[in-house]
């Protein structure tokens, strides 16, 4: 059977990557006692009043066609919280709608890379990035994030990997898998270089409303000065804990929205009219979960900072935002992937492998600090157990 070029890209990327939460899953169902530390899903359910808007949508009969930039509504709340957000005048041309961050990422890169072409991004990366790259055809080039950066990509690093094929930037802040936050001066910088190779910069803002005490959160569509070469993509899914929901978008230029609404309508016709419905009420009355869960997860990462170091040989990565906490395992004379399976086998946690998401995180691990404050002191209780024992066996 013949192949075409696309499937051929993509032939092996991903499934490697969740080896350890695919195993995890495997002993669960054995029925034993796994503490499961490795997606990142909200800690609450999707609030009450967005999903009876949905469902009072649905009963109205909001089941039909939808415009192919997404309901008018929505685009219209958007524009307004964008304008609001940048401090400068986003219309609801600049917008269009998807079923979630994830396709709408997929489709930017597809209007802005092609074969030929390179795109950077920084590296560790969230695991899907390389995939939506390759799809379009373009190559990825990584650009190291470096610990003592703060995971923060740098403009020199950046401005080393540019060539005469780079079309485009892919930022992540705040980060996956990381929580670092841009500052505005990083932004700056970046922009700068944007700038002086005319190239696009496409900054996923999911974990946006995640932002713990201390922090600030900027973005490159702030900067008047880029307008024509920034486009963010962002959804409901975290700052809601809505991400079944699937309600995504992208704001842009208009020729550029304009331009990639004929690529968005082969695939779709804008969201579900009954998820625009209920993602305009979201986006315009604000989320009722986002500050209790970036409480949390800041909390649960002190906790984390607090014992590991103290108690063990481990090291973590304080976030700054987002709902995940990075830990360098380098001490073990294991890289993440080793320990990662050490880990689920002999203590009973599982964890992401950092080598799931780049090369510079090769050992460090992702732990995932959305269960609940009782299952997560036992997941620490548990991983100092372990680490102790290596400790011990390796005296």
Partial sequence: ?????????????????????????????????????????????????????????????????????????????????????????????????????????????????????????????????????????????????????????????IADRITAKTTALLLTTPHNPTGSILTGEDIDAIGKLAIEHDLWIISDEVYEELIFDGSVFSSPLSLSELADRVIVVSSISKSHAAPGFRSGWCIGPEEFTARLLALSETMLFGNQPFIADMTETAIRNGSTVAEGMAQRYARRARMLNDRLPNETHLRVHLPQAGMFAMIDVSATGMNGNEYAFHLLEHGKVAVMPGPSFGGTVDDWVRIALTVDDAIFTEACDRIVAHATQLQLENA
Wanted: charged share 25%.
């Fill in 1 to 157: 059977m013949k192949k075409t070029a696309i499937t051929e890209r993509l032939a092996g990327l991903g499934g490697a990557k969740w080896e350890v939460y695919l195993k995890a899953k495997e002993l669960v169902e054995q029925g034993q006692d796994i503490i499961e530390l490795t997606i990142g899903e909200p800690d609450v359910p999707t609030p009450t009043e967005l999903v009876e808007s949905a469902v009072d949508a649905l009963r109205a009969g909001r089941t039909t066609y939808s415009n192919g930039r997404g309901e008018a509504g929505l685009r219209s709340a958007l524009a307004d919280r964008y304008s609001a957000r940048s401090g400068r005048t986003i219309t609801d041309n600049q917008v269009l709608c998807f079923p979630g961050t994830q396709t709408s990422l997929f489709t930017v890169l597809m209007g802005v890379a092609e074969a030929g072409c390179e795109v950077l991004v920084g590296d560790p990366m969230y695991a899907t990035y390389q995939g939506v790259v390759r799809a379009s055809g373009a190559d990825i080039v990584p650009v190291p994030l470096r610990p003592e950066n703060g995971f923060r990509i740098s403009a020199d690093d």
